[in-house]
């Protein structure tokens, strides 16, 4: 994990750094709302509430037989191992995730492939769904939406994560449209499907 982490070296505070990552992963709880998350073994959408890691063991924590673990060892909750198996994840490329800056730019990478169209290097999402998937209050004004969403949506281009965007108005709703480069990340649906 030290690896992908970046340029850190392997020392004591590092790696108690990543085992306290792990136990506050293994400790937190995402709410899933609205169109809530994908559950690949019936097929349907569940809302409530939902843990990414069922159980971890950091290195040197004690294991079952009460040695130390000589590694990090985590269990992934079933529907988690489940939508894996189907084929129902994205791959992202991390040196360039780590680069962005903006708390917005980092959801909207991870989003905009989970919201493709028959075209795959389109993503469309609404305004409002956005704002309640990032948490966000939302704007009445274009202007003012424009300018929020703007410098995000610059770094995800600068970044490769986008060729092109705009925000389309309608009746006083705004839709945000994308046009994902060709080796974007994409949405994976299937059994077998690999990410790009």
Known sequence: MIRYLGN?????????SVAAWLHRMAGTTIEARGSGFFLARTQSYAEGSFRLFERIVAAGDPRADGRPADRNY??????????MEAGYFVTLPV????????G??????????????????????????????MNLAPYRFPSKVEEKLAPALEELRKAGFAEK?????????????????????RGVQGAGAAGA
């Open 165 to 185: 965007w705009r925000l389309r108005w309608k009746n006083g709703s705004a839709t945000l449209e994308v046009t994902l480069p060709a080796n974007a990340p």
């Open 8 to 16: 850190l070296i392997r020392s004591g505070k590092n790696y108690a």
């Open 104 to 133: 917005i730019s980092k959801a909207l990478a991870l989003a905009l492939p989970a919201h493709g169209g028959p075209d795959p290097r389109q993503a469309e999402i609404g305004y409002e769904d956005l704002c309640r998937l």
């Open 95 to 102: 040196a360039a995730y780590r680069r962005l800056t903006r």
């Open 74 to 83: 985590v269990w992934l909750p079933e529907w988690y191992l489940d939508n």
